[in-house]
C-alpha cells in the first residue's frame, strides 16, 4: 500500500439514493483523520452504507467516526448500516452509542460584570495575602529584638552581597545611560532659552529625587525579587519549607526576614551608587558638543538646586523600594504552586507585582513631598 492509501480517508459518494461512505487506511487518533460532516455536508440521501475498504490499522479514532455518523443518521431519521468492518469496531463503536460525540465547547467571551467580578475577587485575594505576610514579618521583627527570632545573620549577610555588590554593574550601567538620556533631551529644551549650564539642575534633581531610586529599584526587582520567588518556589516545591515549619523553625524568621532586611539596608546604598552614576552620565553629555560646560562649572550650577532634602528623598524612598522588592518576591514565593511551572510563574509575578508596588508608592510619595514643600 503507497503512502497516500496508509493515511486515514473518507470517501462519500451517491448510488441511487444511498449515500455510500468507503473508509480505508490506517486511522490513528494521534493523526488526522476525517470529519464525519464533510462526507456527509453536500448529500441529502435516503440511506446511508458506511463500508470498509482496505482498512488498514484502527484505533478508537474509527470509533468515534462510525458513532458520528450514527448519530447524524439519527438526526436526519435516516437508516444506516456498515459492511466489512472487524467485530472489535462495531462493538466499541456500540458502547458509544446513546452518548453522542465528544465536541470542543465553543469559547466564547466573558461579560463585562463576570470580568469585574472576578478581578475584585483576585485583588481581594491578593491583599488578604499580602497583608498577611506583613503581619508575619511584624510579628517576626518584634520577635528578633526580644532575641526570639530563629533568624541568621550569616544568611543576611550572603544576600546583602547578592543584592548589593554583585548587582552594582548593571545599576551602574542603567544609571549611566539613563543619565545620558536625560540630559540629551534636556538639552534640547534648554539650549532654545540659552540656559545651556541649567541642564545641570534638571539632571540633579530628575536624578537624586526620582530616576536614582527607580532605576536601582527596577533592576532589583527584575534581578532580585525574581531570584527570591524562584528560591522560595523551588523550596517549597521540594517541601523544604514544610519541613522546616515541621521542626518548628519559622520559614517567616529563616528565609524571608533576611532578605527583606537585606534589600531594606543595600537599596539606599544602591540608590546612592546610581546616583552617582547618572550624575556621571548627565556631566558627559554636558561636556561634549554642543554644550561644552565644563565639568566643575557643572558641578557647582548641580550644588546649587540640590540639598540634602533631595537626597534624604531618595534614600527614604529607595528604602521603601527595598521593603516592596523583598515583599513581593517572597510572597509569590510562598505561593508558588509545587512544579517547576509554578516556579517560573511565581517569579514572573514577583517582577509585575514588586514594579507595580514601586510605581504606586513612588506616586504616593510625590504627592506627599510636595505637600510638605520638600
Not at 503512502?3 to 439514493?17: I, K, L, N, P, V
Not at 560646560?293 to 548641580?302: K, Q, R, T, V
Request: charged residues 15%.
Amino acid at each position: 500500500m503507497s503512502e497516500s492509501q496508509s493515511h486515514a480517508r473518507a470517501d462519500a459518494s451517491m448510488e441511487g439514493e444511498t449515500l455510500v461512505v468507503r473508509i480505508g487506511g490506517d486511522w490513528r487518533i494521534t493523526a488526522w483523520h476525517p470529519d464525519w460532516a464533510d462526507a456527509a455536508r453536500k448529500h441529502t440521501p435516503r440511506g446511508v452504507m458506511v463500508r470498509a475498504a482496505e482498512l488498514g490499522a484502527w484505533d478508537s479514532s474509527l470509533a468515534l467516526y462510525l458513532q458520528a455518523g450514527r448519530v447524524w443518521a439519527a438526526t436526519k431519521g435516516i437508516a444506516i448500516t456498515f459492511e466489512g468492518f472487524p467485530a472489535a469496531v462495531e462493538k466499541l463503536a456500540g458502547l458509544l452509542a446513546g452518548k453522542g460525540v465528544p465536541t470542543a465547547k465553543p469559547a466564547c467571551v466573558p461579560g463585562l460584570a463576570t470580568v469585574v467580578g472576578q478581578a475584585t475577587v483576585k485583588l481581594w485575594k491578593e491583599t488578604k495575602d499580602l497583608a498577611q505576610l506583613v503581619g508575619e514579618c511584624v510579628f517576626s521583627t518584634g520577635r528578633f529584638f526580644r532575641g526570639q527570632a530563629q533568624f541568621r545573620w550569616r544568611d543576611c549577610f550572603s544576600e546583602m552581597q547578592q543584592c548589593g555588590a554583585m548587582a552594582l554593574p548593571i545599576v551602574g550601567l542603567v544609571s549611566f545611560l539613563v543619565g545620558v538620556t536625560i540630559a540629551y533631551i534636556g538639552s534640547i529644551v534648554v539650549r532654545q532659552y540659552g540656559g545651556d549650564i541649567w541642564i545641570s539642575d534638571l539632571v540633579g534633581l530628575a536624578v537624586f529625587r526620582e530616576l536614582g531610586p527607580m532605576m536601582a529599584a527596577i533592576v532589583l526587582a527584575g534581578r532580585t525579587g525574581a531570584a527570591y520567588a524562584a528560591t522560595l518556589g523551588n523550596m517549597k516545591a521540594n517541601e523544604e519549607i514544610d519541613a522546616l515549619s515541621t521542626l518548628g523553625v519559622s520559614p517567616i524568621d529563616f528565609l524571608v526576614m533576611p532578605r527583606i532586611f537585606a534589600l531594606f539596608c543595600m537599596m539606599p546604598f544602591l540608590a546612592l551608587y546610581s546616583d552617582c552614576m547618572g550624575i556621571l552620565g548627565g556631566m558627559t553629555i554636558a561636556a561634549a558638543p554642543p554644550l561644552n560646560i565644563p565639568p566643575n562649572l557643572y558641578w557647582a550650577e548641580m550644588q546649587t538646586i540640590v540639598d540634602l532634602s533631595t537626597i534624604t528623598t531618595g534614600l527614604i524612598k529607595a528604602a521603601t523600594f527595598g521593603l516592596l522588592i523583598g515583599i513581593s518576591g517572597c510572597l509569590r514565593g510562598m505561593q508558588a504552586d509545587r512544579s517547576a511551572a509554578g516556579v517560573g510563574q511565581a517569579a514572573t509575578s514577583a517582577v509585575v507585582t514588586g514594579i507595580l508596588l514601586i510605581i504606586i508608592v513612588d506616586s504616593i510619595y510625590a504627592v506627599v513631598f510636595n505637600i510638605l514643600g520638600w
